[in-house]
T-cell receptor, first 113, second 112 residues
Framework: NAGVTQTPKFRILKIGQSMTLQCTQD?????MYWYRQDPGMGLKLIYYSVGAGITDKGEVPNGYNVSRSTTEDFPLRLELAAPSQTSVYFC????????????FGQGTRLTVV | QKEVEQDPGPLSVPEGAIVSLNCTYSNSAFQYFMWYRQYSRKGPELLMY????GNKEDGRFTAQVDKSSKYISLFIRDSQPSDSATYLC????????????FGKGTLLTVNP
């Protein structure tokens, strides 16, 4: 199984540009998450979804949007990119609501200049 | 006071050493405790998961939880160069709370 797949792996954006980070999982997990990881800062939850059509904000949602039209896909949209959004973004999924075993993608390294 | 505190290191040990990694937390609602391992430029992967106070062993790894002191540890015996990675503790409360709270991670290097 591929698990959780994120694209692209790297991206450089200019201030004010927009982009979508793609995430897809093939494990039929209902629960999916987007985190950002800044150097030395651990992971912060941006948005999460408990199933197709249902999304909710995490700790740091400002500047981001998500949608969940299928069980497999959970894209993260950045509108009007800012230097503060320079980070490594991880998508994750869990098989249960408890979410104890989260499966992570390889990450998208984003730089906003 | 941050919900989860973890010494970022870096920690450098010789091969074969016993490694101790620790996190403290302030939220009494945390019930589930996890350790994730993250290799450079990769996503985190679950290493250990515990629920109750006490020890849980898996091969060379032992996870320890002390809820009364709000303190968790991960011990690595006979450390190997392949154990070199960042180790993140993570915690969550019970019920329908989906949010994992992560520590900042400790960078470990095991030197051959």
């Amino acid at each position: 199984n591929a698990g959780v797949t994120q694209t692209p792996k790297f991206r450089i954006l200019k201030i004010g540009q927009s982009m979508t980070l793609q995430c897809t999982q093939d494990m039929n997990h209902n629960y999916m998450y987007w985190y950002r990881q800044d150097p030395g800062m651990g992971l912060k939850l941006i948005y999460y979804s408990v199933g197709a059509g249902i999304t909710d904000k995490g700790e740091v949602p400002n500047g981001y949007n998500v949608s969940r039209s299928t069980t497999e896909d959970f894209p993260l949209r950045l509108e009007l990119a800012a230097p503060s959004q320079t980070s490594v973004y991880f998508c994750a999924s869990t098989p249960t609501p408890a979410g104890n075993e989260a499966f992570f993608g390889q990450g998208t390294r984003l730089t906003v200049v | 006071q941050k919900e989860v505190e973890q010494d970022p290191g870096p920690l450098s040990v010789p091969e074969g050493a016993i490694v101790s990694l620790n996190c403290t937390y302030s939220n009494s609602a945390f019930q589930y405790f996890m350790w994730y391992r993250q290799y450079s430029r990769k996503g985190p992967e679950l290493l250990m998961y515990t629920y109750s106070s006490g020890n849980k062993e898996d091969g060379r790894f032992t996870a320890q939880v002390d809820k009364s002191s709000k303190y968790i540890s991960l011990f690595i015996r006979d450390s190997q160069p392949s154990d070199s990675a960042t180790y993140l503790c993570a915690m969550k409360s019970g019920g329908s709370n989906y949010k994992l709270t992560f520590g900042k991670g400790t960078l470990l290097t095991v030197n051959p």
